[in-house]
């Protein structure tokens, strides 16, 4: 088994709850009609591009040209989006700034946009403990892409043999492997019992 040196942490599900429901609770008090908004509207898919780095004012003007009877609701989700990251997992946050004090090599790879991360980094200060990161919207680069990987890799110096990654999807799990690193799937609500073991079995030191 390799030594590792660098541990790779995603953000959101694994330091951070994300739970965009959370801004329209009050808004959209009936729990289907959310779900359709969330499923139909405000989708994964419309939502996952801000992550690529489309713009915010890009992205909701195309929303509200196909729904204009939801824009209030459309503009709710960039302007009140910090309700949807209500808290950190405290317990990983307490592995992962442990790591970092034992001397481990400590970056984000995270899917993000670039706007709301600053806003995560205010409220969430610890986020900026981490050596260095690879934000999404900033490369216009999405795991489980292999560039985005690819790009970690050689910005920040890391040997892919060497280096573990957490992340709470399967498949960005799985796209970590197969750019040479090791990979933990793990999602922050687990508990920090189940990051600790796992990563034990990799070879990390605590």
Known sequence: MSKIQHIVFDVGLVLLHWNPELVYLDRIPDPDSRRDFLD??????WNIEQDRGRSWTEAEALLIDEHPHHEDNIRAFRSHWIKSV???????????????????????????????????????????????????????????????????????????????FIDDSEKNASGARQSGWQAIQFAGREGAAKLHAALQDVGVKF
Not at 40 to 45: F, Y
Request: proline share 7%.
């Open 40 to 45: 139909n509207v405000c989708s994964p898919q």
């Open 86 to 164: 209500p808290y950190a997992y405290l317990d990983v946050v307490d592995i992962y700034q442990n790591l970092i004090d034992k001397g481990y090599d400590v970056t984000l790879l995270t899917n993000f946009n670039q706007d709301t991360f600053v806003e995560a980094q205010a409220k969430y200060p610890f986020l900026d403990r981490a050596r260095s990161r690879t934000v999404s919207g900033l490369v216009q680069l999405l795991k489980p892409d292999p560039e985005i990987y690819q790009h970690h890799t050689q910005a920040h110096d890391l040997d892919p043999e060497h280096t573990v």
